[in-house]
């Protein structure tokens, strides 16, 4: 077999890997240093988790990048992705611990400097996973760029930003109420909890006075929390506790009295309209903890137990054990009154689900407000864009909204804390490199914080570190700030906000100017993926069936701004049917050559249907520019769909067969030239989209020089614009799907022939292409006659076609069982008829137009049109057959 010969089946199998390690070892993915334009397109990747594999979300939010990468590539841009994966703290150190218990062992066991060299084991075995994964599905990242969040030159970044935001005050260490997830033995900052409505219970319990006289009754879903209870609080503007003030409750189960308190934070109308206050567990309690100075008293330990600050009977217990406990005990006291169901929303661990606890604990926080100020006034001033727009309400709601952020964790596996405490004199360093001695006392006895740093920490520096900061390397310099980013809207505030306000705050710009926010990939019921449904798809296992190609095709033509994509497996042969279509067109193309072919375009004799050919292209060129800018992947991809597929294939391809098979010489060189030619631009309009496939039939095709990846996209060419073709061969479009719907409802097969009349107006515009192009027609309809007039034929026998300026005459009396056919359409109209009857009255209805859905209402009316003109064309059938 030649080299420009093509297997006759698609198997993306048999060159995808080849492609791949080509583009790779002529380094294609590297930035050119001979760009075709002064501007560069730079994109850093979401880093995946190291430990993670890659899942359908990932599969979606790489293949858009890829997409818009090898696009602005091909527009001669320095193009950059910049690739690399993230230490992922509280996952990677499950993982590890998980391996540990399988072992028989755990962390402390191990101590921390050998679980840590042993989680570094446990990355390098992993991180190799993911990303010969991404490069299955065809990522056309620069690897020889790659980053790690732990990496030497990241570390150094997130060290040098940490003593940075110190020394400003926007540092600082305190005894706070935080998220604890007892599961994780660790602090989460608020955007790390997922909330999730759940069959809980309202307690409504009795808190008597000390003095014997009365109780107040106080509702609760959190019963076990009263041994944290510091005073009861009442609204001052309540009628009914007026009097209380100095008055004493004694707290159930416990010997300990509490004060009431007057506080406007109470809803007069919720309840009893008394609220228990336990500012060690509680946010809102810890706010009127501090304006009122009331004890905050903890009754956890760190792994969710309750401690010695709670009675014997519940200490050792967990929060659950505790919950029942306390409301057994508050029964056989006579201080239970009611219980009753309550569904709720309840905090849960984003990364093993397990219920979060207000816990008051010592942590680090960064102060957010001075830096989101920056970040909103960057939006409002145009610095930035969100698409779909509507992103941009949420990003404004979170930055006006902001809270400090919690940025320690109780972790082993990530950045320490650059934090050294003197053991002799207390004093505390914040230092860039590690000390050897206390700064204050020169004693060498002393000690690093325990803690990490929130993941979260490196990555929202991912943009500028990646190329090098803090050092003004030459990557720095040349590709920040980068250019886009494309990312999923569940993490807009965990990480694009805050690369916003890390990239101003630090390097002075915005990081990217445009956020491209994708959606989630949800089952075809609209349900999230994920193991426990069983119902997730492994991108590597669509690959393997249908090719790289038809993963990233379908995702894209499916990814509509602001809608989750909805799959399943089968969705998938959308893209496998369309690359099937590529290679098969592609393949006759390259038959019909001559073995020493070489495109020249001089030897072209542009007709009319080349003129129209070039005019379609010229449209879907532009298409996909305008849809690229703003990154509306479905419509650029379904603008390549419809050009290849039905403007190429199914009308200029077989257009072209006149020519191509035709005895004389010049007719068939011009064919062939044309044909060809187009087969490449094609090619280079599909390659983001389809890009391995593209590059193995470019290779075939004789003397092309180079390699897809890096040669110019199609350019949208003004001369090449021609509405007036374009409208004419539109009217010869419509003529032809006319007479083959009507070969198609008398069941008329397509190789037999039949005789066709057609009767053009007065002034019709496409009256002379009609005449010039008679023997197009007639090849497109299969006619063993066809007359082309503007007077009136004889109609005996025919069924009329009208279209916009003509009218076609298909004689089929002598082709079909006519009697047979009256009955068929005669019975069809009665049924159809009824159809169009129960519509009509559905949408007279009343109840039902005031009273339905939208859009059942709207399916009702598409439902009247559509029986509406089937009875009309049935009862023009009758006419012309009886």
């Avoid at 921390?112 to 990303?131: A, L």
């Avoid at 065809?138 to 790690?148: H, I, K, L, P, T």
């Avoid at 501090?290 to 967990?318: C, F, W, Y």
Wanted: proline share 4%; with cysteine; aromatic share 10%.
């Amino acid at each position: 077999m030649s080299s420009t010969t093509m297997e006759k089946a698609y198997n993306p199998n048999d060159f995808e890997n080849k492609i791949y390690e080509k583009w790779m070892k002529e380094k294609k993915f590297q930035p050119s240093t001979n760009p075709k334009t002064d501007e560069s397109f730079v994109v850093v990747i979401p880093p995946p988790n190291v430990t993670g594999v890659l899942h359908m979300g990932h599969g979606l939010n790489n293949s858009l990048q890829d997409i818009v990468v090898r696009y602005q590539r091909m527009l001669g841009k320095k193009t950059l992705w910049v690739p690399g994966t993230d230490h992922a703290g509280i996952a990677t150190q499950h993982v590890v611990e998980r391996k540990l218990r399988e072992q028989g062992k755990d962390r402390h066991q191990l101590g921390r400097e050998e679980f840590v060299k042993y989680t570094w084991q446990v990355k390098e075995e992993h991180h190799s996973i993911i990303t010969k994964q991404l490069q299955k599905i065809g990522a056309s990242c620069d690897w020889s760029r790659e980053r790690f969040t732990l990496d030497d030159g990241l570390s150094d970044a997130v060290r040098e930003v940490f003593v940075n935001l110190y020394e400003k005050d926007l540092i600082y260490k305190g005894k706070y109420l935080v998220n604890w997830c007892s599961s994780c033995g660790t602090a989460l900052a608020d955007d790390e909890v997922d909330y999730a409505e759940e069959n809980g219970k309202l307690y409504r319990i009795k808190y008597p006075f000390a003095d014997g006289k009365g109780f107040i009754e106080i509702a609760t879903t959190r019963p076990e929390t009263m041994f944290g209870d510091t005073a009861v609080a009442v609204n001052p503007e309540d009628a009914r506790y007026s009097g209380l003030d100095g008055r004493m409750l004694k707290l159930p189960l416990t010997d300990r009295e509490i004060p009431v308190i007057k506080d406007s934070y109470v809803d007069i109308e919720y309840g009893s309209g008394a609220v228990k206050i336990t500012p060690a567990h509680d946010p809102n309690d810890w706010e009127v903890g501090n304006r009122h100075n009331l004890e905050k008293i903890n009754i956890l330990t760190d792994d969710g137990k309750m401690n010695e600050n709670t009675p014997v009977a519940v200490r050792g217990l967990s929060v659950k054990e505790a919950r029942d406990k306390s409301v057994e005990l508050l029964e056989a006291e006579g201080l239970l009154i009611e219980v009753k169901d309550l569904p709720h929303q309840v905090g849960h661990c984003y990364r093993c689900s397990t219920i979060i606890e207000p816990y008051m604990s010592a942590q680090w926080f960064v102060k957010m407000k001075p830096l989101a100020d920056k970040a909103l006034k960057a939006l409002h001033d145009g610095d930035i864009n969100f698409y779909p727009k509507k992103w941009e309400n949420t990003y404004i709601h979170w930055m006006e909204n902001i809270r400090d952020w919690c940025i320690s964790r109780q972790l082993w596996w990530g950045h320490r804390i650059p934090v050294w405490y003197c053991n002799e004199c207390g004093h505390m360093m914040v230092e860039r490199k590690d000390p050897s001695k206390c700064s204050k006392c020169s004693s060498k006895s002393i000690s690093q914080e325990e803690d990490v740093l929130d993941t979260w920490f490196s990555s929202w520096l991912w943009p500028f570190s990646t190329l090098g900061w803090p050092e003004k390397s030459k990557d720095f310099e040349e590709f920040y700030p980068t250019s886009t980013l494309v990312t999923a809207y569940d993490i807009i505030f965990f990480w694009v906000a805050r690369m916003i306000m890390a990239g101003l705050e630090f390097t002075g710009q915005v990081p990217f100017k445009d956020i491209y926010i994708h959606q989630l990939v949800r089952d075809k019921q609209g349900r999230k993926m994920s193991k426990s449904l069983g119902n997730g798809i492994d991108p590597l296992e669509i690959v393997s069936e249908y090719g790289a190609d038809s993963l990233k095709f379908t995702l894209a033509f499916m990814a509509a701004q602001g809608q989750d994509v909805l799959i399943d497996s089968e969705s998938f042969k959308l893209g496998s049917k369309f690359a099937n279509k590529i290679w098969n067109a592609s393949r006759y193309i390259l038959m019909n050559l001559p073995e020493d072919f070489k495109l020249d375009k001089s030897k072209i004799d542009y007709d009319q249907v080349d003129t129209w050919i070039l005019h379609r292209l010229n449209q879907a060129v532009l298409s996909v520019d305008q849809a690229m800018a703003v990154y509306r992947y479905n419509d650029a991809a379904k603008s390549i769909y419809d050009f290849f597929w039905n403007d190429f294939c199914d009308w200029y391809i077989e257009a072209s067969k006149l020519k191509l098979y035709s005895n004389e010489l010049a007719k068939k060189e011009s064919a062939q030239n044309m044909l060809v030619y187009l087969l490449i631009e094609s090619l280079k309009l599909l390659h983001p989209f389809l890009p391995f496939i593209t590059e193995e039939i470019y290779s075939k095709i004789p003397n092309c020089q180079g390699m897809l990846i890096d040669s110019d996209y199609p350019r949208y060419i003004e001369e090449n614009n021609n509405e007036e073709i374009s409208l004419k061969f539109n009217s010869l479009q419509e003529l032809v799907r006319g007479i083959r719907t009507v070969r198609s409802e008398f069941t008329i097969p397509p190789e037999r022939k039949i005789s066709v009349a057609i009767k053009t107006d007065d002034g019709f515009a496409a009256s002379d292409f009609f005449h010039s192009n008679k023997q197009l027609v007639a090849s497109f309809i299969n006619t063993s006659e066809l007359q082309i007039s503007s007077m009136r034929p004889d109609t005996e026998g025919s069924i009329a076609v009208a279209g916009n300026g003509y009218e076609a005459f298909i004689y089929v009396r002598d082709l079909i069982d006519v009697p047979k056919e009256i009955e068929k359409l005669k019975k069809e109209s009665e049924k159809v008829g009824k159809l169009l009857s129960a519509t009509q009255g559905k949408l007279k209805n009343s109840k039902f137009v005031d009273n339905a859905p939208a859009d059942v209402i709207e399916k009702e009316r598409s439902k009247l049109q559509e029986f509406t003109s089937r009875v009309e064309k049935i009862s023009e059938y009758l006419r012309d057959l009886t």
